[in-house]
């Protein structure tokens, strides 16, 4: 099954709740995050196949020193094994060459799950074959609903920021990650602070997500939380929270 779809909008949210409601009914398998961002490190592709198959067979394996000896030891691990593979975050052929180079070997009722923004990836591919789904953006309510959590623990909108935040959800184009973001970011804010963010939003060009989700960042308090921020977006994403927690805690910040 492929997922197809412009960022932000939940695809990987989806592959993995799918994956953990999942997991338990196959003989093993794998989440691989951020395919594309892996795999553009020195050893970015051998090191997705290490991962492949080192939660496949459920012991590390460090000794994978190409991509053609990776593709044999996924051919290998995968052997007689009903596994649940999702690739997450695909956006060209050799991403997907390196784990499906084995799809003659892919035992009969495993499962695999792609999720990628470049629809043209499956053009004249034996992937192709297999379901697409294309993902598709909140509509006005749901999009309503999801600020309105964030930014005020509540279905619907406070009356006192209503227009701005049907502003701010509109410069999102409903894009789920943003109006998390953004919305979070709001939460207690004075009036002032959500007019300068609106200002900002409505200068950024509507297809640059980073940018608009960059607003959040530049609104945190001071350079110790701008920096504890990046630490954790660097570090820990996937990570157990308290494993996360008690390592921050030992590096000397309050929760």
Sequence with gaps: MAIYGMGGIGKTKLAKTTYNMNFDKFDGGSFLADVNKTSERHDGLVSIQRK???SVLGKNVEKIYSVDEGVNKIQEATRCRRILLVLDDVDDRDQLNIVLGMRKWFYLGSKLIITTRNRHLFDASEVC????YKFMPLNAQESIRLFSWYAFGKEQL?????????????????IPLALKVLGSSRCDRSI??????????????DNKILEKLKISYDLLPDDDVQNLYLDIVSFFVGKDKHCAVTILDGCGFSQ
């Design 52 to 54: 492949l198959v080192s």
């Design 129 to 132: 074959r297999c379901k697409m």
């Design 158 to 174: 406070s009356e006192d920021h209503k227009n701005l935040s049907e502003n701010v959800i509109l410069h999102c184009k409903w």
């Design 192 to 205: 002032e602070v959500w007019e300068c963010a609106l200002r900002k939003l409505k200068a950024i060009l």
